[in-house]
């Protein structure tokens, strides 16, 4: 399967602390995708990093991408009790053309 | 913004009843797509189009089918539910067919089949 693996599964932070998720994925991908979920919601998109990109900012969120490694990583700095949600990460592979696989996501809390 | 809309947020049918679940965009998005969210599982794909009345299947496309009569709407069906269709539904929509794609998702529909 090409589906990404999150990690942790979960993760629980003290509102104002950094949050790291990772994500790995095994064979080679044009783009990846962060996406967030709130309870018993769709998915919102985050960030896009193509694979030609090393690290890409947005907001309090920095994404970045090692290529050889397979791996991306998802930092949100400073959070908040509202950034409580599952994230997602979500590859592109060549030839799928628009389909992204999904990982199975990790639960972040925040506690206030 | 992008929205996409799907027909019922709960949904309650019998095994064996035909089930459909609508998906409406207003954005003109060429892409759609119906994935399931079951818990420890993730998002799996069931079927996607990326033109009228064009379909592929996904992953897991067992006992689902699909229709997409017109651009901004696609339709799941379950020909006859069974217990494991129980789950989160979601559709989702991009803008063009190619790589660089975000993908904008409705609400979800639970769906539970007893």
């Known amino acids: 399967s090409q589906q990404g693996e999150e990690d942790p599964q979960a993760l629980s932070i003290q509102e104002g602390e950094n949050a790291t998720m990772n994500c790995s994925y095994k064979t080679s991908i044009n783009n990846l995708q962060w996406y967030r979920q709130n309870s018993g919601r769709g998915l919102v998109h985050l960030i896009l990093?193509?694979?030609?990109?090393r690290e890409k900012h947005s907001g309090r969120l920095r994404v970045t991408l090692d290529t050889s490694k397979k791996s991306s990583s998802l930092l949100i700095t400073a959070s908040r009790a509202a950034d409580t949600a599952s994230y997602f990460c979500a590859t592109g592979h060549t030839g799928a053309n628009s389909k992204l696989t999904f990982g199975k996501g990790i639960t972040l809390s925040v506690r206030p | 913004d992008v929205k996409v809309t799907q027909s019922s947020r709960y949904l309650v049918k019998r095994t064996g009843e035909k089930v459909f679940l609508e998906c409406v965009q207003d954005m003109d998005h060429e892409n759609m797509f119906w994935y399931r969210q079951d818990p420890g599982l993730g998002l799996r794909l069931i079927y996607f189009?990326?033109?009228?009345?064009?379909?592929e299947k996904g992953d897991i496309p067992e006992g689902y089918s699909v229709s997409r009569e017109k651009k901004e709407r696609f339709s799941l069906i379950l020909e006859s539910a069974s217990t494991n269709q129980t789950s989160m539904y979601l559709c989702?929509?991009?803008?063009?067919?190619?790589?660089?794609?975000?993908?904008?998702f409705g609400p979800g529909t639970r769906l539970t089949v007893l």
């Open positions: 990093i193509r694979s030609n990109e």
């Open positions: 989702a929509s991009s803008l063009y067919t190619g790589p660089y794609n975000e993908q904008f």
């Open positions: 189009s990326y033109d009228v009345k064009m379909k």
